[in-house]
């Protein structure tokens, strides 16, 4: 204790806070971002839809509803419309099939659905795929 003029003062410490409470903390405040951040979608492929390969694009390989690599993607999108992100920009490499109104790209690591309504198509969303996954879709035009 000490004075200050007539008042008594306590010596001023800093209270600790243990390590483990912010890494809690922070931790449990990205998964309530990154929870909080995620879209449920519902994509149906049309009929006839137009395939791509990225690196090829001016090759169009049509595809109907009774090709393998077509009710792959409609099956894969039905089981996985949950845990979108909003997203933009461009994704290299992969598939790109065309449907309708949407567009939807099949990289290495990811599934990105494009909006197609303007002069060029426009990211809205990403899904992270397994290599393993889509190895139909993938395998379009190889």
């Not at 007539?6 to 890494?23: G, L, W």
């Not at 809690?24 to 449920?40: K, Q, R």
């Not at 920009?89 to 303007?118: A, C, H, L, N």
């Amino acid at each position: 204790m000490y004075r200050i003029g007539n008042v008594d003062r306590e010596p001023y410490t800093m209270t600790k806070t243990p390590f483990t409470s912010i890494a809690l903390f922070t931790f449990l405040a990205s998964l309530l971002l990154i929870s909080g951040c995620t879209e449920t979608i519902d994509i149906q492929l049309e009929p006839n839809v137009d395939a791509y390969v990225v690196t090829d694009s001016k090759n169009k390989i049509s595809l109907s509803e009774t090709d393998p690599a077509h009710a792959e993607l409609q099956n894969w999108l039905n089981e996985n419309n949950t845990g979108w992100h909003n997203t933009m920009g461009r994704f290299p490499g992969g598939v790109y099939i065309k449907s309708g109104k949407d567009g939807i790209q099949v990289t290495g690591m990811e599934v990105v659905i494009y909006s197609t309504t303007g002069p060029q198509p426009d990211a809205k969303y990403v899904r992270n795929v397994g290599k393993k996954e889509l190895p139909l879709v993938r395998g379009i035009g190889q």
